[in-house]
């Protein structure tokens, strides 16, 4: 279900379930480096930056896409504006708390899962978790 994918620039931790390996439409998970300057404004480069971010491809983030749509609307994390959906097409800057409650939604569903969506979701969590060790944002691109 995980293995590595690599690009020009970059190497992805890939989650796969049902999507075919010809899939190109996928949401990229990139924890953002975090920084303790005032007024800080990070650049592109610090949420593209993890050494293994999470890649997973549109028929199954369609899996997740129920659990954003369980915390939604939400407050950017960045710069807390009003952000009423979650976009597949663009940017979703999505902090600590709201991921803890994505966390909690999805292990309070695993019991009355089947066993490979079990699997496919338990290895998400694991990623998430090892990755908000390092950071309180997760940016979520979309490429729609």
């Given at each position: 279900m995980i293995w590595t994918e690599n690009t020009s620039d970059r190497k992805f931790r890939v989650l796969r379930l049902n999507s075919p390996k010809a899939e190109?439409?996928?949401l990229d998970f990139e924890p953002l480096k975090m920084s303790d300057k005032p007024?800080?404004?990070p650049m592109w480069e610090e949420w593209h930056c993890y050494l293994e971010p999470l890649r997973i491809y549109r028929e199954d983030y369609e899996i997740?896409?129920?659990y954003f749509n369980r915390i939604y609307p939400i407050k950017d994390a960045f710069d807390r504006t009003h952000e009423p959906i979650f976009d597949v097409c663009f940017d979703n800057w999505i902090g600590k708390e709201d991921w803890y409650r994505i966390i909690s939604e999805i292990e309070n569903d695993l019991?009355?899962?089947g066993e490979n969506t079990k699997g496919f979701l338990a290895d998400f969590l694991d990623w998430l978790k090892n990755a908000l060790k390092h950071t309180?944002?997760?940016?979520?691109e979309g490429n729609l």
């Open positions: 190109k439409i996928r007024n800080w404004n997740l896409l129920c019991d009355d899962l309180s944002i997760i940016v979520v």
